[in-house]
C-alpha cells in the first residue's frame, strides 16, 4: 500500500510486544537532516514508549544514506543487538541516483539479516520531493520512524518466538 493511503505512525499498539527486554541500534544518515533527525526522534521515542530501556539504545550517524549497511554492520560488531534500524531519506530529484543507492542500501540491508540472522530494518524514505520526505517524516503521513521501531519490535519478538518453539533432537 502506498503510504500516501497510510499513516505510517498507525498500528494497533495492544498488538506490539514489549520492547523491554530488545536492545537496537538506530544508523542514521545525515544528509537530509531535516528529514532523518525528525525519522530518528519517532523511533526513537516508538522504542521508549513500548518499554525499550534507554541504555538499550545504541545510535550512529553516517554521511548518508549509501553508509546505512556499513554503519549497521559496525554497530552490530560493537553491541549485542536484537535489531538494528536504518533511517535515511534519498529524494529522487533531477537524476536517476536513488535508484543506485536505494538499491543498494536494500541489498546490503537483506545481506546482514541473512548472514546475522537479526532484523536489519530499511527505514529509508524513497521521495520524488522534498515536500513527500517532509510528509513522511512527521507529516501528513505520519512519521516512517515510528514504522521502522515497530518493524524492530515485531521483528525482534518474532526471533525470540521462533527460537523458544524450536524442537529439540539429539543432546541439549
Known amino acids: 500500500m502506498a503510504s500516501a493511503l497510510k499513516n505510517l505512525s498507525s498500528y494497533d499498539e495492544g498488538q506490539l510486544p514489549s520492547a523491554e527486554e530488545f536492545t537496537f541500534g538506530i544508523v542514521v544518515a545525515d544528509w537530509n537532516p531535516e ?15 513500548h518499554g525499550a530501556k534507554e541504555a538499550n539504545i545504541h545510535t550512529a550517524q553516517v554521511p548518508g544514506s549509501f553508509e546505512l549497511p556499513a554503519g549497521a554492520k559496525m554497530m552490530i560488531d560493537k553491541h549485542k543487538l536484537d535489531a538494528v534500524i536504518c533511517l535515511g531519506c534519498v529524494i529522487k530529484g533531477e537524476t536517476s541516483h536513488n535508484e543506485y543507492i536505494n538499491q543498494a542500501v536494500a541489498s546490503g540491508l537483506t545481506n546482514l539479516s541473512m548472514v546475522y540472522g537479526k532484523p536489519f530494518i530499511f527505514g529509508v524514505l524513497t521521495p520524488n520531493t522534498e515536500e513527500q520526505a517532509r510528509d513522511r517524516a512527521g507529516g501528513k503521513h505520519g512519521n516512517k520512524g515510528v514504522e521502522a521501531a515497530v518493524t524492530a519490535i515485531r521483528m525482534a519478538a518474532l526471533k525470540v518466538s521462533l527460537k523458544a518453539a524450536q524442537p529439540r533432537i539429539g543432546f541439549s
Not at 533527525?37 to 514508549?49: I, R, S, W
Open 35 to 49: 528529514i532523518t533527525h525528525a525519522l530518528y526522534e519517532g523511533c526513537y521515542d516508538t522504542l521508549v514508549k
